[in-house]
Nanobody, 117 residues
């Protein structure tokens, strides 16, 4: 079983920057993909923001490409999302997802990001 802990959400003004962190612990397998999803409100659809595979390959939603950077941390299971030039449309609940190469994915509880003009 894997546990995820997210942090870094905040209320900021447009143009600001934030860094979200996600730490996975427990039964982590070497080959996995970790990613961030955004949910406008609880129960709404979760949309992928960015993802990174264990080999370092990354994928971004077109709306955040060039503004957000996803990276693996220095310790196993750590993953960060550096968000710059934040816009109001970036507001939402950001959830971390851990997907092993086999097995069931795990979701974090989310961290709130609110961007106001």
């Amino acid at each position: 079983q894997v546990q995820l802990v997210e942090s870094g959400g905040d209320s900021v003004q447009t143009g600001s920057s934030l860094t979200l962190s996600c730490t996975a612990s427990g039964n982590i397998v070497g080959t996995n993909t970790m990613g961030w999803y955004r949910q406008i409100l609880p129960g709404f659809r979760r949309e992928v923001v960015a993802a990174i595979a264990s080999d370092g390959a990354t994928n971004y939603d077109n709306d955040v490409r060039g503004r957000f950077t996803i990276s693996r941390g220095d310790t196993e299971g750590a993953m960060n999302l550096r968000m710059t030039n934040l816009e109001v449309k970036d507001t939402g609940i950001y959830l971390c997802k851990y997907s092993p190469s086999w097995g069931v994915p795990t979701w974090g509880r989310g961290t709130q990001v609110t961007v106001s003009s």
